[in-house]
């Protein structure tokens, strides 16, 4: 638990809308949620969802942390997983996150677009530019950082290499 919080406290790759858009909550987590003053749209199965990036995240903390939905408190990415079952030391985890940040950074050289914007729109056709290399370096960008994400952060369901137009997390 206190590898978990040295890990997740300093992540927030689940709240930031690095690994998802949107958050599907329970009908049982909706009021609350909206008291807090979460923007919920009703969903599937008297369920509603908020968009990411969570406004409830500052930093890479969550601000209602003991009030946080049971989809939130539920998620355990991979890496944690991993971390928590003596798979992987601390140091190993929190490197696979400098990692993503070291990529988004990577990225942003090349467009000034957030990773989340360019993925979004890599998603619906692919990127496309007048400058061939630039555009085809961009597009393996968001690709290398899709699977580095898949593989370590995002559970099977969730990836988008498995469902690319479903970039969601729900319980
Ligand atoms: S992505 Fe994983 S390591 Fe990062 S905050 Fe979420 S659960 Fe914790
Ligand atoms: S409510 Fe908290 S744990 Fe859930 S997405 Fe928002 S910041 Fe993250």
Not at 134 to 145: P, R
Request: negative net charge; proline residues 4%; contains cysteine.
């Amino acid at each position: 638990m206190v590898l978990a919080a040295g890990l997740c406290a300093n992540c927030g790759l689940c709240c930031d809308g690095s690994l998802f858009g949107t958050v599907e909550i329970v009908e049982e987590d909706a009021d609350r949620l909206h008291d807090l003053g979460v923007v919920l749209t009703p969903c599937e199965d008297d369920n509603y969802d908020f968009d990411q990036p969570c406004p409830m995240l500052k930093g890479t903390r969550c601000t209602i942390y003991a009030q946080r939905p049971e989809t939130c408190s539920d998620f355990r990415c991979p890496t944690l997983r991993e971390l928590d079952a003596g798979e992987i030391a601390l140091d190993v985890a929190q490197a696979r996150v400098a990692t993503v940040r070291a990529m988004f950074a990577d990225l942003a050289k090349h467009d000034p677009r957030s990773y989340q914007q360019l993925r979004a729109q890599w998603a619906d056709d692919r990127l496309a530019g007048a400058d061939a290399m630039a555009t085809a370096l961009l597009n393996l960008g968001i690709e290398s950082i899709n699977r580095y994400l898949d593989r370590h952060f995002r559970r099977g369901e969730e990836r988008v290499y498995a469902d690319p137009d479903d970039l969601k997390i729900s319980s």
